[in-house]
Nanobody, 116 residues
Framework: EVRLVESGGGLVQPGESLRLACAASGFTFSASSMSWVRQATGKGLEWIASMTAGGGNIFYDDSVKGRFTISRDNARSILYLQLTRMTTADTATYYC?????????RGQGTLVTVSS
């Protein structure tokens, strides 16, 4: 059974940074492309970043390109998302998902709030 557990969310001010983590189990993480998606209150799921299994290919949505960085530790089965230069528009629940440009299966999410 695929299990994805996100952590690292919280309240930050505009311009600050945060690092999210996703602990994966129940599948061969090192052989799987992975993604981050987010959902703001009242809006649909938004794909924001993906990384292939070996990390050789990385994709970002234009809304986060240059500010967010996806990375992974295949030895520990952990996916990361470094968020920098955050704005209020980045406020959302962030999920990791198994697959390339995928929104499911995904974890329970971690809430990120950007507010002054």
């Amino acid at each position: 059974e695929v299990r994805l557990v996100e952590s690292g969310g919280g309240l930050v001010q505009p311009g600050e940074s945060l690092r999210l983590a996703c602990a994966a189990s129940g599948f061969t993480f090192s052989a799987s492309s992975m993604s981050w998606v987010r959902q703001a209150t009242g809006k649909g799921l938004e794909w924001i970043a993906s990384m292939t299994a070996g990390g050789g290919n990385i994709f970002y949505d234009d809304s986060v390109k240059g500010r967010f960085t996806i990375s992974r530790d295949n030895a520990r089965s952990i996916l990361y998302l470094q968020l920098t230069r955050m704005t209020t528009a980045d406020t959302a629940t962030y999920y990791c998902a198994k697959g390339l440009r995928s929104v499911a299966p995904r974890g329970q999410g971690t809430l990120v709030t950007v507010s002054s």
